[in-house]
């Protein structure tokens, strides 16, 4: 049974940092290209970063690009996110989704039917 179980959320101020982990379980997470989502109330999820199963690629989306980083330890079964300089806009429940397909650029890439439940980050003063 596959399983993601995301942590690492919270209140931060504006410009402050915080880093996202997801354990993963239930499946070969080293075959499989990872990703985060975003979702804010009334809205679809939005795919912020991507990253192949052999960690020698990462996709963003423009509005992360330059301050969000994801990384992968395939030996520990799991996914992080580091998000730097903070805006109130991040403020969503972010959640780890194990991608099924892998595309040219980050709007082509397909998420599987397993998400992880979700974290809170809230940017706010």
């Known amino acids: 049974q596959v399983h993601l179980v995301e942590s690492g959320g919270g209140l931060v101020q504006p410009g402050g940092s915080l880093r996202l982990s997801c354990a993963a379980s239930?499946?070969?997470?080293?075959?499989?290209?990872m990703s985060w989502y975003r979702q804010v109330p009334g809205k679809e999820p939005e795919l912020v970063a991507a990253?192949?199963?052999?960690?020698?690629?990462?996709t963003y989306a423009d509005s992360v690009e330059g301050r969000f980083a994801i990384s992968r330890d395939n030996a520990k079964d799991t996914v992080y996110l580091q998000m730097n300089a903070l805006e109130p806009e991040d403020t969503a429940v972010y959640y780890c989704?194990?991608?099924?397909?892998?595309?040219?650029?980050?709007?082509?890439?397909?998420?599987?039917?397993?998400w992880g439940q979700g974290t809170q980050v809230t940017v706010s003063s």
């Open positions: 989704v194990a991608l099924s397909l892998w595309g040219p650029n980050i709007r082509a890439h397909r998420p599987s039917p397993y």
């Open positions: 239930g499946f070969t997470f080293s075959s499989v290209a």
């Open positions: 990253i192949f199963h052999t960690h020698s690629n990462a």
